[in-house]
């Protein structure tokens, strides 16, 4: 049982978070609608959180109050949009309570989080329920009634989290645009990342692994909402964010309270904050000349970003209108190798995932891949019998329907999109892509990476082999003498056609000058050479 944290330990927290949040800076992004669907909060929330933590690590020692001005400092130096500003505010909060201990007692972190909720919610103008501010004050107050019976650190975190997971759900009843977009707030995913970083942390896992984050955390899965189309109505039109440096001699902190009262006329989301070293401020309106001027009066301009978020708005919706209806089916195949990219896309494949043996594609990655394709029904290709299982298990994190053709090979690729016929059935498809797969016989020429025995091969490193999809089947000390072997395993009196597909390390005169000797050695049979660009693999054969 844990029942206070140290120094070392919350800066391996706040490590461990930066990790965790820049590893799900993307899925953060998805979620963004509000104010308009532009897909940062992710990518602000982990510039906020990166410059505090470069801040920390720059620290010296792990004094709590050391540590805590360096969060404080680095989180508003970095504050990125909206979101990085109340992130920035969250943890300076959070550092001004943490920065008084010697140790930290799950009282202390509730106090703290306490103190985040308050200055982040003093810090924005309007504040809107349904954001992250709604998270941290639903979690800090959690937080501040349980921690007096929960001492355990890692009991308490958890505890916590699994609070803010609750109120995220319930965020798109509280912000229509969500509800309308079907997602959680994105901030306050984002803050949930954090906190699962600290909590990682406790646990003695400093991993970026993000498998927490399923498809069944989120409110609804987000891949087919509306992203654009009557989102928001936009009031104000221009987003200004600017920093103020040397200040001017006669600037006191009742002009910097000022500032903030000007920039509340001429505009709404107003953000504010700071001290004569460092003033951040933002907001939306639409007279962006006003807010640069009055911070011009105060000291010297850094940072400046203006954006148009009625243009923002306006590409986005145009993006959405020019989607095409779903076609009936599409295809994804898996391969490694430009010529073989090529090839694919000229047998109509709508995606291809670089990937084959070495770097098996997760099934995550071939959902992904999976929802690019405009299709209602998705052929998905793994071309390699290590990946089938994973593409398998793609049917899980998709809402589309998805048929997994078991290639395991390229070449079994290949020949199952030589037979799909966009006119037909998914049912014809699946039948004549089946069969055709069924009909060619796959090799490969490679090198062994090690001494050993297997197939009845002695193998010594780097010895030229070749294997059909279960064993080895040839050996050699030179690569064409290799292939003329393994090609004399492959075919038989029904054989036509054999390619050969040279890998990246070969050169295209070699591959020319075996597909001629091997047409001599083997006349009954048609040799093609041609550029697979696959890593690994000098050549892989296909016999048909």
Do not use: W
């Not at 890692?154 to 997602?183: N, R």
């Not at 927490?212 to 087919?224: G, S």
């Not at 951040?280 to 009066?297: D, H, M």
């Not at 490193?461 to 393994?486: F, Q, R, W, Y």
Request: a negative charge.
């Amino acid at each position: 049982m844990q029942k206070t944290i140290n120094g070392a330990m919350f800066r391996k927290m706040i490590l461990t978070a930066s990790s965790l949040l820049d590893e799900n800076r993307k899925y953060v992004d998805s979620l963004n609608v509000f104010p308009v669907p532009d897909g940062d909060t992710g990518t602000n929330m982990n510039l906020t959180f990166k410059s505090a933590t470069k801040e920390v690590n720059e620290c010296i020692n792990n004094n709590f109050d050391s540590l805590a001005e360096a969060i404080t400092k680095g989180a508003l130096r970095g504050a990125r949009g909206n979101s990085g500003v109340i992130l920035s505010q969250i943890l300076k909060g959070m550092s001004k309570v943490i920065g008084q201990c010697t140790e930290v007692k799950t009282k202390d972190f509730a106090l703290a989080m306490k103190e985040g909720a308050d200055i982040a919610y003093k810090a924005v103008t309007k504040p809107k329920e349904g954001t992250i501010l709604t998270v941290i004050r639903v979690m800090a107050d959690y937080a501040v009634s349980c921690c007096r019976k929960v001492t355990d650190f890692e009991v308490f975190l958890k505890d916590v989290i699994d609070k803010g997971e609750e109120i995220l759900m319930q965020t798109p009843e509280l912000l229509p645009v969500l509800k309308k977009a079907g997602v959680v707030d994105a901030g306050g995913r984002g803050l949930l990342v954090i906190f699962t970083g600290f909590y990682k942390a406790l646990e003695g896992d400093e991993s970026a692994n993000n498998d927490y984050l399923n498809p069944d955390v989120a409110y609804q899965n987000d891949k087919d909402r509306n992203v654009a189309v009557d989102i928001v109505e936009i009031q104000f039109v221009y987003s200004v964010e600017y920093m103020i440096v040397n200040m001017h001699k006669k600037t006191t902190q009742s002009d910097i309270d000022k500032l903030k009262e000007l920039l509340v006329g001429i505009g709404d989301s107003v953000i504010c904050l700071g001290d004569l070293s460092l003033v951040k401020a933002q907001v939306l309106t639409n007279e962006p000349q006003k807010a640069i001027g009055y911070g011009l009066e105060l000291g010297e301009l850094v940072s400046i970003k203006i954006e148009n978020m009625l243009d923002k708005n306006r590409k986005l919706q145009q993006e959405q209108a020019k989607k095409e209806p779903a076609k009936p089916m599409g295809i994804v195949s898996v391969s490694a190798g430009d010529g073989f990219a090529l090839l694919f896309k000229d047998l109509m494949v709508d995606h291809i995932i670089t990937g084959g043996q070495t770097m098996n594609p997760s099934a995550n990655d071939i959902a992904e891949a999976i929802d690019k394709v405009n299709a209602e029904t998705v052929f998905v290709l793994p071309n390699n019998k290590n990946i089938i299982l994973a593409a398998e298990q793609a049917k899980d994190l998709t809402s589309k329907n998805i048929v997994v053709l078991p290639t395991r090979s390229v070449p079994e690729g290949i020949s199952a999109c030589l037979s799909f016929n966009p006119e037909g059935t998914v049912e014809e498809n699946i039948e004549a892509m089946t069969e055709s797969m069924k009909n060619v016989k796959t090799g490969s020429v490679t090198y062994a990476v090690r001494d050993t025995h297997v197939d009845g091969f002695d193998l010594s490193i780097g010895e030229i082999i070749g294997l059909d999809n279960n064993s080895i089947l040839a050996k050699g000390k030179e690569i064409p003498e290799t292939v003329e072997s393994l090609v004399g395993k492959l075919i038989d009196d029904q054989t036509a056609n054999v390619n050969l597909f040279y890998g990246q390390e070969v050169k295209e005169d070699d591959a020319v000058k075996l597909q001629e000797h091997l047409h001599e050695v083997y006349p009954q049979c048609e040799f093609n050479a041609i550029c697979g660009g696959q890593p690994v693999y000098y050549y892989i054969l296909s016999v048909e």
